[in-house]
């Protein structure tokens, strides 16, 4: 079936550091990709998305690209902040039966 | 506009009872889905509501039900809880005719079983 696979975290960085946090994907047809965003005690926020090869999402600085080639969506900031640190999930929805499936999550943390 | 809503924000329930989660959709959205995020892990689909009908299983058992209301809010029941069912329920409402199916999410209810 359908699957998300991320980098293992946790991932330690310093403030204006550059940010890559790895996603795989493996799916049946095309689906649309997501990175979510969940702060402390908080749900899942919506940080990015793409809906087709070669898309390109981008949000608050981060940015993401469809490569079915790679089946790929690697997350990417140029410069962090310590608002960032957080854990970070990467999804796909599969179309077939209307669900999210995510991966295991990343967390990051920023050091000023 | 009001956003997705989760009741109670925390719970605690020892090994046997039953429990009742409540989500409130928000406003415009006709779909519900519920997903179980255990700890340190990403959240897993358990099921999806249209119509007030089931739309939609992941891989958890019966004891795991569901309803959808006509106002599109919604309900998680779990029967004969285990330890294993202590996770962040999460809540997420959608509008089924959109093309990406984007879900916006609550904040989730965190289910302790001693």
């Known amino acids: 079936g359908n699957s998300v696979t991320q980098m293992e975290g946790p991932v330690t960085l310093s403030e204006e550091a550059f940010l890559t946090i790895n996603c795989t994907y493996t799916?049946?047809?095309?689906?649309?990709l997501f990175w979510y965003v969940q702060y402390p005690g908080e749900g899942l926020q919506l940080l990015l998305k793409?809906?087709?090869?070669?898309d390109k999402g981008s949000n608050k600085g981060f940015e993401a690209t469809y490569r079915k080639e790679t089946t790929s969506f690697h997350l990417e900031k140029g410069s962090v902040q310590v608002s960032d640190s957080a854990v970070y999930f990467c999804a796909l929805v599969d179309q077939g039966a209307q669900k999210l499936v995510f991966g295991q999550g990343t967390r990051l943390t920023i050091n000023p | 506009e009001t956003g997705v809503t989760q009741s109670p924000t925390h719970l605690i329930k020892t090994r046997g009872q039953q429990v009742t989660l409540r989500c409130s959709s928000q406003s415009g959205h006709n779909t519900v889905s519920w997903y179980q995020q255990a700890l340190g892990q990403g959240p897993q689909f358990i099921f999806q509501y249209y119509r007030e009908e089931e739309n939609g299983r992941g891989n958890f058992p019966p004891r795991f039900s569901g309803l959808q209301f006509p106002n599109y809010s919604s309900e998680l029941n779990v029967n004969a809880l285990e330890l294993d069912d202590s996770a962040l329920y999460l809540c997420?409402?959608?509008?089924?005719?959109?093309?990406?199916?984007?879900?916006?999410f609550g904040p989730g209810t965190r289910l302790t079983v001693l």
């Open positions: 793409a809906t087709k090869a070669d």
């Open positions: 799916a049946t047809g095309y689906p649309s």
């Open positions: 997420a409402s959608s509008f089924v005719a959109a093309y990406y199916n984007e879900q916006f």
